[in-house]
């Protein structure tokens, strides 16, 4: 019977030879292994750029055109493990941009720090070339990416913990409280003078962000077309692209300059700071919330007096201490947003695919996501929400025993479900690792947890 149920699988499902040959092989490990946390990066969701790492699914440039020729397998529907890792490398952080990712990484014996793959038409991932020194529009595996590091002092190298990508440009911090960033820069986006008509592919330009380091930038974060910084004393920092307000200077205007973020949050120690689209939210110590930016859906419509559908300053967003209590984290969609509170709890609102199934699509207050979505049941009452993720049309969320939940926009497969539905509900995705941080892309994702077997 077994053997016939087999057959009627392999009728009904052919096995891809490439597919058959890129399968993971996993060994499980023996109590003298396992202690040992070695990490590993799973990726998933739209390959054709190179994001994912796998050459074989890599687009052809056909330099004639101008244009990308996309190959038969265009997604990856479920986690596959980068074959970039390995027990040499130690990975402090990864980012996932629109078609790219960047990894922050050092290999022992390597003076690299910093890598990455995928679409380099604003030279996002670094000057790449081939053989032949022509610069590449795509780049299929991951590959150095060169930064202008103080490395003089052997005992103390520098290298990149913290990385964030935006639409084309990425930024990095080092463990010397030193932020670069290289891409696009149309907006000012990257924190230097905008150059008009500048042209960004094969560029080797990267820009070191000036600022006073007795107060150090201890997080970043990116939009698609703008960047927030985050300091040790709880100052948010931006530039770039502003027209939505989501710079929170007072102005609806674009600005390449380091400018400090008014209104609400000044005097605050800022904690937290999440924006994947035009909105963005943070938190302070207290656990409270503040936003800024793109209201159009109501992601900010807890603020007194609010009926603007740009706010260019931040305000401080009240919710129910009664029901939501301390906030821990936030996450910033295009459209919608969510929080989780000091319980574990998830809560979303704004307008999207938010969770609560598919005749829900718009909440102008926190409303929670059942716990049971999440991993809680009888034999598992601790089980709890610790981070929450945004993409621009998705959310990500792992819970405190490493497991990874997702829901959202799902047309390129990003959600690793398996399948490119949309999913209304969070839904929890087979990945063999303890999930511990994961970025959303627009059509890709990529998480780094510690290896189970």
Known sequence: MTSINQSRQTRMRPQDPEEV?????????????????SKSIFCWGFSSTGALGRQSHLGRYEKATGQIEIPKRTVIRS???????????????VAAGSGFTVIAATYDGSTHVLFGCGLNTDSQIGFQSNQSNEPLICVAEPVPI?????????????????????????????????????????FGQCGRPIVEDEKYFASKRVHQIDYDQNDPIVDICCGLDHTLALTRSGIVYSFGWGDDGQLGHGVCRSSWKLSKVIGDIQGEKIIKISSAGDCVLAINEKGQMFGWGNNEYGQLAM??????????????????????GKISDVAAAGSMCALINDSGSIFVWGYGILGLG????????????????????VLNMDTKITKIIAGLHHFGAINNRGELFMWGKNNRANLGIGTKHDMM????????????????GIDHSIAVGYRLI
């Open 425 to 440: 509900f969070p839904f929890r995705i087979s990945i063999p690792t303890h999930v511990i941080k994961l970025s959303l």
């Open 21 to 37: 040959a890129n399968m993971d092989e996993y060994q499980f490990a023996d109590e003298k292994h396992s202690t040992k946390r």
């Open 358 to 377: 598919p005749n829900i699509r718009e909440k102008l207050w926190p409303t929670e996501l059942h716990a049971n979505l999440f991993g809680r049941n």
């Open 146 to 186: 060169d930064l202008p590091l103080n490395n003089s002092n052997k005992k103390n190298m520098e290298k990149v913990v913290k990385v964030a990508c935006g639409r084309a440009h990425t930024v990095c911090l080092t463990n010397h409280n030193n932020v670069f960033t290289l891409g696009n820069n149309s």
């Open 303 to 324: 603020a007194n007096n609010v009926n603007q559908t740009q706010i260019h300053t931040s305000r401080h967003l009240k919710v129910d201490n009664n029901s939501i």
């Open 79 to 93: 986690p596959q493990r980068l074959r970039f890792v390995n027990p040499r490398c130690h990975v402090y952080d």
